[in-house]
């Protein structure tokens, strides 16, 4: 069950969306890609108990809202991404590749007006994802010690930016193509370091902070300016905007009301 509502704090009002579960125990509190609070409750508490968790986690919830909409604000429209920056898109009829690079633009060679871009670009993206990725795992793996991986998949995930198995099978994000090639690293040397050491104890970031001793900065760049990413998309309109949706999201630990 779902329903919105918003809790009274001197002039201002903290607008929230309430999910109610008959199997949950406690309050948990969720601040989407877009900034949106969701309180998921046990059905049955009462709504003073919400507000006073709430209330409680103003802070928090203050700082992922502000970090929320900075993030999304970063994003220019009517733009693509590639490699950290972003490019305009200019329609071509004819051309020796069907997308190409050209200075700060992006070339999309489309076979009538009408064509959906957006196949055409999202193929392309997932072959450049595909070899960046080998290549920066092709440098970082024999410094870690470790062999070329079993297998190498790209996907097209919304909510997670790598994954790896202890058979050394490798899966990454496609989204990793837009960001800046630091924050790929970041992810790659992440994920090798997993198969040396599973979990993330204390010795898994020191064998990450080996190769990259700024991993934290790029661990938090990726936590709140990566998140819009994850579900950007590249719509052609008549004025040339993109629309990115929500998708991730931070949570604080479930509390009790």
Same mark, same amino acid.
């Given at each position: 069950m779902s329903n919105s509502g918003k809790l009274l704090l001197g002039p201002e009002r903290i607008p929230y969306r309430l999910r109610l579960s008959r199997r949950r125990r406690s309050v948990g509190l969720t601040v &989407?890609?877009?900034?949106? @609070?969701?309180?998921?409750?046990?059905? /049955?508490? #009462?709504?003073?108990?919400?507000?006073?968790?709430?209330?409680?986690?103003?802070?928090?919830?203050?700082?992922?809202?502000?970090?929320? +909409?900075? #993030? @999304?604000?970063?994003?220019?429209?009517?733009?693509?991404?590639?490699? /950290?920056?972003?490019?305009?898109?200019?329609?071509?009829s004819r051309g020796l590749t069907d997308i190409r690079l050209a200075g700060d633009d992006l070339l999309i060679s489309l076979?009538?007006?009408? &064509?959906?871009?957006?196949?055409?670009?999202?193929?392309?993206?997932? +072959?450049?994802? #595909?070899?960046?990725?080998?290549?920066?795992?092709?440098?970082?793996?024999?410094?870690? *010690?470790? *062999?070329?991986?079993? %297998?190498?998949?790209?996907?097209? $995930? %919304? +909510?997670? $930016?790598?994954?790896?198995?202890?058979? *050394?099978?490798?899966?990454?994000?496609w989204r990793l193509v837009l960001l800046p090639p630091e924050i790929m690293d970041y992810v790659v040397v992440h994920e090798l370091a997993h198969l040396l050491v599973p979990g993330h104890p204390p010795g898994f970031w020191r064998e990450v902070g080996k190769y990259l001793p700024d991993y934290a900065q790029r661990r938090s760049w990726l936590k709140v300016y990566g998140s819009p990413f994850l579900t950007w998309k590249f719509e052609a309109s008549e004025d040339g905007a993109e629309q990115a949706g929500p998708a991730t999201s931070d949570k604080i630990p479930a509390q009790k009301g």
């Amino acid at each position: 069950m779902s329903n919105s509502g918003k809790l009274l704090l001197g002039p201002e009002r903290i607008p929230y969306r309430l999910r109610l579960s008959r199997r949950r125990r406690s309050v948990g509190l969720t601040v &989407t890609d877009t900034g949106e @609070l969701l309180v998921h409750a046990p059905q /049955g508490l #009462a709504q003073a108990a919400i507000h006073r968790i709430i209330t409680k986690n103003r802070a928090w919830i203050d700082k992922k809202q502000a970090e929320r +909409r900075e #993030a @999304l604000n970063r994003l220019e429209a009517g733009k693509v991404y590639y490699r /950290g920056k972003a490019y305009g898109v200019r329609f071509i009829s004819r051309g020796l590749t069907d997308i190409r690079l050209a200075g700060d633009d992006l070339l999309i060679s489309l076979k009538n007006s009408h &064509t959906d871009p957006w196949p055409q670009l999202f193929d392309w993206y997932c +072959r450049e994802a #595909a070899s960046h990725l080998t290549g920066r795992i092709d440098y970082f793996a024999p410094r870690l *010690g470790l *062999g070329p991986p079993t %297998r190498l998949e790209v996907r097209n $995930w %919304r +909510r997670r $930016w790598g994954e790896c198995r202890p058979d *050394g099978h490798l899966r990454f994000n496609w989204r990793l193509v837009l960001l800046p090639p630091e924050i790929m690293d970041y992810v790659v040397v992440h994920e090798l370091a997993h198969l040396l050491v599973p979990g993330h104890p204390p010795g898994f970031w020191r064998e990450v902070g080996k190769y990259l001793p700024d991993y934290a900065q790029r661990r938090s760049w990726l936590k709140v300016y990566g998140s819009p990413f994850l579900t950007w998309k590249f719509e052609a309109s008549e004025d040339g905007a993109e629309q990115a949706g929500p998708a991730t999201s931070d949570k604080i630990p479930a509390q009790k009301g």
